[in-house]
């Protein structure tokens, strides 16, 4: 994905990176790749009214995710995540992720992480309710 435009996204949150982001080698750590994907998706998802954290019964879990780096991105950038559903089956979701940096017209990251959608009681796994389907389905 190291040459996707940000035209192959069909949503996007920016983010700003915080002074706590960098490691010692003045860019932004690793692992806060990961924390920049969930959160683009989750908010998505909450913004759109299929996902309350609090409540809802039926939840996603990340049972996989990965992550390429193209270049480094540092405080004080703003990221641009951009988002889409690659795969939606019975159950699962998986989303595509790219970060772009500032205005850069390519990624400096990019990667994706699925969701299963589980019953939080049991934790076993269900079917994507239809609202949150009709929801994801505009990623796609």
Request: net charge negative; charged share 20%.
């Amino acid at each position: 994905m190291r040459d996707t435009p940000r035209s192959a996204f069909p949503h996007f949150l920016a983010l700003p990176t915080r002074w706590m982001d960098n490691d010692s080698y003045g860019h932004v750590n690793n692992v806060n790749y990961y924390s920049f994907f969930d959160t683009a998706v989750n908010r998505f998802l909450i913004d759109r009214g299929v996902l309350d954290i609090h409540l809802d019964d039926i939840v996603g879990f990340v049972v996989e995710t990965t992550c390429s780096y193209f270049s480094s991105i540092s405080f004080p950038d703003t990221i641009h995540v951009g988002v889409r559903v690659a795969r939606l089956g019975n159950s699962s979701v998986r989303y595509e992720l790219a970060l772009y940096r500032n205005d850069d017209p390519l990624p400096s990251a990019a990667g994706h992480f699925v969701h299963v959608y589980v019953d939080r009681p049991t934790g076993k796994s269900v079917p994507i309710p239809e609202r949150v389907r009709a929801v994801l389905q505009t990623l796609a």
